[in-house]
């Protein structure tokens, strides 16, 4: 039985700590699937190797979800926003490259 550091757990899932530190949070909370850190002395978190190893297995076995399943972004009128502008830009460049 394997335990594994915070950092290690970060490298292997290449996140950062308080990403996995989030990820537990929301595990604790019941809105979240990332496994849980085991009880260790001076209140460091760790996890099991086997529970990681069936976390990313239990990953690949997700489906894609479509698009239009998915969360609405936050931002997205400021997104369509900024993407209309990059859009005139691209269309702006492309007619000047096309006069030359």
């Given amino acids: 039985m394997e335990i594994l550091l915070i950092d290690e757990v970060a490298k292997m899932l290449k996140v950062s700590p308080s990403t996995l530190s989030r990820w537990a949070e929301e595990s604790r909370k019941g809105t979240g699937t990332f496994p849980l850190p085991v009880s260790a002395r001076g209140g460091k978190r760790r996890w099991l190797l086997s529970d990681i190893e069936q976390y990313l297995e239990s990953l690949s076995t997700v489906k894609a979800v479509p698009a239009s399943v998915r969360k609405p972004r936050r931002n997205a ?24």
């Fill in 77 to 100: 009128k400021a997104h369509a926003q900024r993407q209309s502008v990059t859009d005139r830009a691209l269309a702006k460049y492309r007619t000047q490259e096309d006069e030359v």
